[in-house]
């Protein structure tokens, strides 16, 4: 049975106690293996290396930085077999799709690698003519990096590669779901030759994470999780007014024009909505139809979700693999049966599955009103509620009445109404005739409760920087 070691300052550490986090498959829900739970001061320790490893570290040049992350990149894919077996084990995944993950974060780690020359100050006139005005940018410190459980080994590399390559060191707590793809991750970080105390990854419990959060060193907090989560963290930001960046909720609506190409449209978002049992933030979670195309495009979505099958993805990796839990599983059927209840129709789908395993069917949902919880909370599920619309102001209206706003989707020939969508949708991203795959060089950020800051690109790398400005007479 796999056991893994918290690992600081630059080692994995024998445990000060002897509690532990067991982890499970969530297809087979057998036992897969054991980490280590943190103690407070084992966390706290974490912290004070990452505090001491960063005055070091931020005072490298940004591209010796840089030669330490391709370093990284090389040994993620090096190890991206070891870390996409972990992965799979431990999530549901199949083994090329969890590799294939490992691969990816290689991709982002490269990518902001490359902001090495690219961080830039600005000079800004003065108003005194013997004087200049230098705005520098500037490491935070240390960051703690809160990782979500759906996409671990790419949101871990997603956080921390913008802000290694900024000057920071950072403390990484991983899912309690999926830990053990996070130490293979510190396999790398060992092999590739990252001085000891800049990556530093634990697996702890609420309140030890918490003594991590409210740290004195700790100046940021990343976190890619659920708006209740996101409150919580802003709590911990009060101790040391800690800076946020926060990455919500999600509850991507999909407007369909009657001038779509349905079957691309349909294709697409059920393609959406059963990648990892729906369990993506960006996933499609409403879909607005326009009346004139309404009973057409329902029946591509009932065909095409029909045939979509679940169970162990390790065993056929065409199937749509589970949940992550009991909990999520029984959470999810209770949306479903309470919208029933109110008076959806239920296409497909929504039955609890008997046997082993956190699955749930694909399961679509016709006659839905927009008050319905199914419409205004996330389900993070293979469920998918369908609306009917009159006109594209009807569909605007209905799409931004809503808590989040973090991804939308539009499917249209008309670039008018490509336009106006852009310009009146109330969200973070707007993915025209696609649904969203966050390109690592955008922008992947909220409006609403779907959270503050962002991730990717060079806005999300700046994240991780702060301001000096020098004012200089002459």
């Known amino acids: 049975m796999q056991l893994e070691r918290n690992f600081y300052n630059g080692q994995f550490v024998e445990p000060a106690s002897d509690a532990l986090i067991a982890v499970y498959n969530p297809a087979t829900e057998t036992l897969v293996g054991h980490v280590s739970a943190a103690t407070a001061d ?6 004070d290396a990452a505090a001491i490893a960063q005055k070091t570290w931020g005072k490298l040049t940004s591209i010796e930085r840089a030669e330490h992350l391709r370093a990284l990149a090389d040994a993620l894919d090096t190890q991206a077999e070891a870390i996409g077996a972990a992965l799979a084990s431990e999530s549901g995944k199949s083994h090329s799709d969890a590799s294939n993950e490992a691969r990816y974060a290689a991709q982002i780690t490269r990518y902001h690698a490359e902001w090495a020359r690219r961080i830039e100050g600005e000079i800004i006139p003065s108003d005194t003519p013997d004087e200049n005005l230098f705005l520098q940018r500037e490491p935070i410190g240390v960051v703690a990096c809160l990782i979500p459980f759906n996409y671990p080994v790419y949101t871990l590399l997603r956080k921390i590669a913008p802000a290694l ?8 707590r ?6 053990l793809s996070a130490f293979e991750i510190a396999k790398a970080v060992v092999k590739a030759g990252i001085p000891a105390g800049v990556i530093n990854i634990l697996t702890m419990d609420h309140a030890t994470a918490a003594s991590v959060c409210t740290h004195k060193a700790v100046g940021l907090i990343t976190l890619t999780g659920s708006v209740n989560a996101g409150r919580i963290v802003l709590d911990y930001c009060k101790a ?8 919500l909720g999600g509850k991507t609506p ?6 779509a190409d349905l079957e691309k449209a349909a294709s697409a978002i059920i393609a959406s909505k059963t990648t990892h049992c729906g369990q993506l933030c960006t996933a499609v979670e409403r879909v607005y139809v326009h009346e004139s195309v309404y009973e057409q495009f329902l029946a591509l979505l009932k065909a095409k979700i029909s045939a979509v099958k679940f169970g162990d993805r390790a065993k056929d990796e065409s199937l749509m693999g589970p949940l ?3 909990s999520s599983q029984k959470n999810v059927h209770a949306m479903v049966e309470r919208a029933v209840a109110a008076g959806a129709v239920l296409e497909t789908g929504g039955v609890l599955p008997e046997g082993p395993g956190h699955f749930y069917p694909p399961t679509l949902l016709s006659g839905c009103r927009q008050d319905m919880e199914i419409i205004q ?11 009917k619309y009159r006109d594209i102001d009807d569909a605007l ?19 008018r109404t490509a336009m106006k969508v852009a310009n009146a949708i109330e969200a973070g991203e707007l993915y025209v005739n696609r649904t969203p795959a966050d390109p690592y060089q955008g922008f992947h950020a909220g409006w609403k409760r779907s959270g503050l800051g962002g991730d990717d690109g060079k806005h999300g790398m700046l994240e991780f920087t702060q301001t000096r400005l020098v004012v200089m007479k002459y």
């Open 324 to 326: 992550v839990n009991a």
């Open 397 to 415: 209206a209905m799409a931004n009445d809503h808590q989040f706003g973090l991804s939308s989707v539009l499917y249209t020939e008309n670039y």
């Open 42 to 47: 084992e966390a706290i320790a974490a912290v």
């Open 240 to 247: 040391n007014i800690a800076k946020p960046s926060l990455e």
């Open 254 to 259: 999909a407007i369909i024009e009657a001038d």
């Open 377 to 387: 909370e996330e389900i993070f599920g293979p469920v998918l509620p369908v609306l």
């Open 165 to 172: 390559i900024a000057g920071n060191t950072v403390v990484v």
């Open 174 to 179: 991983p899912s309690n779901n999926t830990p």
